[in-house]
């Protein structure tokens, strides 16, 4: 019986030990990810969301992400612009421009905005699961959704 435990327990360690040099890779470019550039501050509130909602009026196939970083957030600025930098892209969206200001709640909120329209405010943990529906909405080049509305 411990000759099978103690196997089962190498097998484990075995895929630990393969598994987490991946997993350190994706960490690893996350950090080089910088969000720095991306902290605004300005005289409209709430700021980000007001920014974002502009920004993606003028850029109709573009997303943007206007995040309140809180202050006991699960990831750092840099990693959550990594992530849904290539969420985005790997449902064909590249325009994607980030709001950063930092929030005095504990929980980080995450606004998207496609054409001057808002989806959310989601938590950290909930964000990715939007991100196919929000870029088949951008991608969508129907002239009744392209168009501004201020033409």
């Known amino acids: 019986m411990n000759a099978v435990f103690l196997n089962g327990l190498a097998l484990w360690a075995l895929l630990l030990a393969l598994a987490l040099p991946a997993f350190a890779e994706d960490y690893a470019a996350a950090d080089a990810v910088s969000a720095e550039d991306d902290y605004i501050t300005c005289w409209k509130q709430p700021c980000i969301y007001a920014a974002g909602s502009?920004?993606?009026e003028e850029n109709p196939n573009g997303?943007?992400?206007?995040?309140?970083?809180?202050?006991?957030s699960i990831v750092t600025d840099?990693?959550?612009k990594y992530i849904l930098t290539n969420d985005f892209s790997y449902y064909g969206v590249s325009n994607?421009?980030?709001?950063?200001?930092?929030?005095d709640a504990p929980?980080?909120?995450?606004?998207?905005?496609?054409?001057?329209g808002s989806d959310g405010i989601y938590r950290v943990t909930e964000m990715r699961k939007?991100?196919?529906?929000?870029?088949?909405?951008?991608?969508n080049t129907n002239p009744v959704f392209t168009s501004s509305p201020r033409e």
Not at 63 to 72: D, I, K, N, S
Not at 130 to 139: D, G, I, Q, S, Y
């Open 78 to 80: 840099g990693e959550l």
């Open 96 to 103: 994607v421009r980030f709001f950063f200001e930092q929030n």
């Open 54 to 56: 502009e920004w993606s």
């Open 130 to 139: 939007h991100v196919a529906e929000l870029a088949a909405r951008a991608k």
């Open 63 to 72: 997303v943007a992400v206007a995040v309140a970083m809180g202050t006991e």
């Open 107 to 116: 929980a980080t909120g995450v606004v998207f905005h496609i054409r001057g």
